[in-house]
């Protein structure tokens, strides 16, 4: 980060200066004082030791923009940020907790039960800032219930917890069920029940084991709502960690922005550490005894879980059949124009056909989407395999919103569609690469390859053999469910500018596109919006479609 000032495409002092002075002319000579101001004329060591030395004294720096020490207006943000934070934790749990209730229930009874229905399904798939947009409609506009905006009384508390708590808490209850379900299949399971070991006992037991698998997800969570909620902190205006990131940023103010870093980075590591000394805790002795088990799935394809799907994907078919066809760029159908039966979707706000600049705009929305999870499959296997070397990392990557990895990558090279790929990729490996490191522990520490040294098998013949068939499946079912996320996140950086540039018909694009027209032209919104959410449902439910345990 320190870089920045040097391989950046613009000079952050021309734009220090016009955040200073709005009127004055950015002229060599005034560009050239406020270099020298900045200590910038001394070079990269020589500024990051003078911040990594008032760093040592407990002092973040003075900011380049305001001219004031940045400490004191850094922790109050964080403060506001961890009680948001632990406010859609609550949410989150809650609504794991309840997800997973029917799972654990129908794994006591010895009838495991795959999924956590069409309403885990949808809050998995339902992005942060469209449902902070949509409960701000609702709660707010609508109802007026809360106010749409500011941290000012508790009740401001209720929305923004709601939009980053309700996508969590789907994903972790759907993780969770998951677990929980594969647990029921170990042998343990049936001799309890042939023990006639009371139901309460044998429900802690299936916790106390699903539960460590589950927990370093739940570490990337807390550490993501805390870093990672800039969109929502925008949307209802909280004064909180993630929109004093996103403002130092765009204004290239290094020392606010490194000050943030070090705090959402420090509570990272604090989190990470308190999740593995827990799991540690929930294993036990099992982990270095070699005990536990783990029965090999046998694959049973149920037909019901392949209708979401298949329906989700016929209708995007459907979308690019009819919309490839026809031009995204002749702005020749009205202005605004109504959805109709020669329009389906309408016009936007310069004429052109919103069907062909969805169906195109799909391309390279999902297709840089699809490249985006591969890498970070290949990244989080490689880390997660590696699991030394991705102590820290993970938890760093995971703490960076894409949106602040695709206002770095723009300062340096330019806002642009493989940027934006680059941005996502950069800390979208961290929920795999936990996922995977959980795996291969559990994996390597079941009886049979444990024995593998004993027997005169190679680390990587155990590795290639052993350990990897156990662990892709289940982590390429995570990267199908963080599909739709990848898309979001490349969506909202296109929507903030920072991806695609017009006249690309790319979905974030559209949304920046049409949200102007939001209450006089909804359709314009409406058609990017709704495969944003049909890809997304599709994805997550195509995740359901998995091997079951007899």
């Known amino acids: 980060m320190a870089l920045l000032p040097w391989v950046a495409a613009t000079d952050p002092a021309s734009t220090v200066l016009r955040a200073r002075y709005a009127e004055r002319e950015a002229t060599p000579e005034a560009v050239a004082a406020v270099r020298a101001e900045l200590g910038l004329d001394a070079g990269p060591l020589a500024f990051l030791g003078d911040w990594l030395g008032g760093l040592l004294r407990g002092d973040l720096g003075t900011s380049w923009v305001s001219g004031r020490p940045v400490t004191a207006g850094l922790l109050d943000a964080l403060g ?41 399904v949808g809050l998995t798939a339902v992005p942060e800032f469209v449902l902070a947009l949509a409960l701000l409609l609702v709660g707010a506009v609508g109802l007026g219930w809360f106010d749409p905006y500011g941290w000012d009384s508790p009740s401001d508390v209720v929305l923004p917890a709601l939009a980053l708590g309700l996508p969590a808490g789907g994903l972790l209850g759907r993780l969770l069920a998951t677990a929980l379900t594969g647990v029921a299949g170990e042998p343990w399971v049936a001799a309890w029940r042939v023990a006639r070991c009371p139901a309460p006992a044998l429900a802690g037991a299936l916790l106390q084991r699903a539960l460590p698998s589950v927990l370093g997800q739940l570490g990337l969570v807390v550490v993501g709502l805390l870093g990672g909620a800039v969109a929502v902190e925008q949307v209802f205006a909280v004064p909180g960690l993630g929109r ?29 550490l308190l999740v593995a000394l ?51 760029f002749a702005p020749d159908r009205g202005r605004l124009t109504s959805p109709s039966a020669a329009l389906p979707f309408g016009a936007d706000a310069s004429g052109r056909d919103l069907l062909a600049r969805v169906a195109h705009g799909a391309l390279s929305t999902l297709g840089a989407a699809v490249l985006a999870v591969l890498a970070c499959l290949l990244l989080g296997l490689v880390v997660g395999v590696c699991q030394r070397v991705g102590t820290g990392p993970t938890e760093v990557a995971n703490a ?124 314009t919104v409406l058609a990017p919006l709704g495969a944003l959410v049909l890809v997304a449902v599709t994805a997550v439910a195509a995740s359901v479609w998995q091997p079951r345990s007899r």
């Open 80 to 120: 506001v940020s961890l009680t948001l934070m632990a406010h859609a934790l609550g949410v989150a749990l809650v609504l794991a907790v309840l997800l997973a209730l029917p799972s654990l229930r129908a794994a006591v009874r010895g009838r495991p039960r795959w999924g956590v229905g069409a309403i885990g």
């Open 278 to 328: 827990l799991r540690r805790a929930l294993l036990g002795p099992a982990v270095g005894a070699g005990a536990l088990p783990l029965p090999p799935p046998v694959v049973v394809v149920r037909r019901r879980d392949a209708v979401v799907p298949l329906l989700g994907l016929a209708v995007l078919l459907v979308i690019l059949g009819a919309g490839l066809v026809r031009d995204p």
């Open 244 to 272: 004093a990131m996103l403002g130092a940023a765009i204004a290239q103010d290094l020392p606010a922005l490194q000050g943030s870093l070090v705090l959402v980075l420090a509570a990272a590591l604090v989190v990470g």
């Open 400 to 523: 960076a919103p894409p949106v602040l990895a695709g206002l770095v990558v723009a300062a340096i090279a330019g806002p642009s569609l493989p940027g934006a790929v680059v941005a996502v990729v950069a800390v979208g490996w961290a929920p795999l690469a936990a996922h995977a490191a959980a795996l291969v522990t559990e994996s390597r520490a079941q009886p049979h390859v444990a024995l593998l040294p004993v027997l005169g098998v190679g680390r990587v013949r155990g590795l290639v053999v052993h350990v990897l068939p156990a662990v892709l499946p289940p982590l390429a079912r995570h990267a199908v469910v963080r599909l739709p996320a990848t898309a979001l996140a490349l969506a909202s950086l296109g929507f903030l500018g920072l991806g695609s540039q017009p006249p690309s018909p790319e979905w974030g694009r559209l949304l920046a596109e049409g949200s102007p027209y939001l209450e006089r032209a909804p359709w």
